[in-house]
T-cell receptor
Framework: GEDVEQSLFLSVREGDSSVINCTYT??????LYWYKQEPGAGLQLLTY?????DMKQDQRLTVLLNKKDKHLSLRIADTQTGDSAIYFC??????????FGRGTSLIVHP | DSGVTQTPKHLITATGQRVTLRCSPR?????VYWYQQSLDQGLQFLIQ???????AKGNILERFSAQQFPDLHSELNLSSLELGDSALYFC?????????????FGPGTRLTVT
């Protein structure tokens, strides 16, 4: 079945850039998403990219998609302590139901 | 605040019991999705309802069932509970039944089976 893989932890210093990587297996993925989950809260959609795009920028967030390698990344510029959370990568094909990765815990040190 | 409400926030019950989780979607949203988040399986899609009808089914066990009522709120029923059913259960809603990026998540119900 479909699978989405991402590393479990990332630690960065405040003010640095964070890059969270994700790989997916479903070649028919049409939508690729990044969600943020803060402690005790539900998932919040941060950004998404269509499979026919290479890059999407939204303020401090940059999403890069390498469709050939099925690799997605999320770059957070000028990372702040408030960015500490779990970040989920997800992909969806024709059914539009996302398959989620296990999440990357981003820890931002002052 | 996403506008999606879930009750109860926490639920502790014993093995073999049955529980009902409730979700109220955002005003105007017709679609409701249920997800299970556990340490073992990560975040998994269970089932989707759109305007009262089942639209898509994921990894939902036969012991679990859901429905969406005419007022569009949804309930997830979990029966013959096992220890492994302990998890965070999220509900999400969207206006459309087809566009996944419109999903808004509730805060979740934490189920503990002892």
């Amino acid at each position: 079945g479909e699978d989405v893989e991402q590393s479990l932890f990332l630690s960065v210093r405040e003010g640095d850039s964070s890059v969270i990587n994700c790989t997916y297996t479903d070649s028919s993925s049409t939508y690729l998403y990044w969600y943020k989950q803060e402690p005790g809260a539900g998932l919040q959609l941060l950004t998404y990219i269509f499979s026919n795009m290479d890059m999407k920028q939204d303020q401090r967030l940059t999403v890069l998609l390498n469709k050939k390698d099925k690799h997605l990344s999320l770059r957070i510029a000028d990372t702040q302590t408030g960015d500490s959370a779990i970040y989920f990568c997800a992909s969806a094909g024709g059914s539009y139901i996302p398959t989620f990765g296990r999440g990357t815990s981003l820890i931002v040190h002052p | 605040d996403s506008g999606v409400t879930q009750t109860p926030k926490h639920l502790i019950t014993a093995t073999g019991q049955r529980v009902t989780l409730r979700c109220s979607p955002r005003s105007g949203d017709l679609s409701v999705y249920w997800y299970q988040q556990s340490l073992d399986q990560g975040l998994q899609f269970l089932i989707q309802y759109y305007n009262g009808e089942e639209r898509a089914k994921g990894n939902i066990l036969e012991r679990f069932s859901a429905q969406q009522f005419p007022d569009l709120h949804s309930e997830l029923n979990l029966s013959s509970l096992e220890l492994g059913d302990s998890a965070l259960y999220f509900c999400a809603s969207s206006e459309s039944g087809d566009i996944a990026y419109e999903q808004y998540f509730g805060p979740g119900t934490r189920l503990t089976v002892t």
